[in-house]
């Protein structure tokens, strides 16, 4: 299971329970390859040389970057809405 980072902050900040926002996670890179696309999950900045020398050989075609984030760093935009609404 898997979080969505802004939601959770926002309802964490009201006192909500998190359950809500708790989904299977998608492995978009595997959607991706199976409709014939080249795809990656990046899970760290150097899964990102895969898609550089992707883009350094192709001139057209379809990649998918599925990306990782962490659900513990908030956005500075969003600290300062949670802190103006607390």
């Known amino acids: 299971m898997t979080r969505h980072g802004a ?3 926002q309802y964490a900040a009201k006192g909500l329970h998190d359950q809500a ?3 299977d996670e998608v492995d978009f890179a595997a959607v991706g390859r199976a409709l014939g696309a ?6 760290t900045l150097a899964d990102l040389g895969q898609l550089e020398s992707w883009l350094a050989t192709h001139d057209n075609g379809v990649f998918v970057l599925d990306v990782a984030i ?9 600290a ?3 802190a103006a609404k607390g």
């Open 21 to 23: 926002m708790l989904i």
């Open 7 to 9: 939601e959770l902050h």
């Open 70 to 78: 962490s659900q513990k760093v908030i956005a500075e935009f969003m």
């Open 38 to 43: 080249e795809a990656i999950k990046a899970r």
């Open 80 to 82: 300062e809405s949670l």
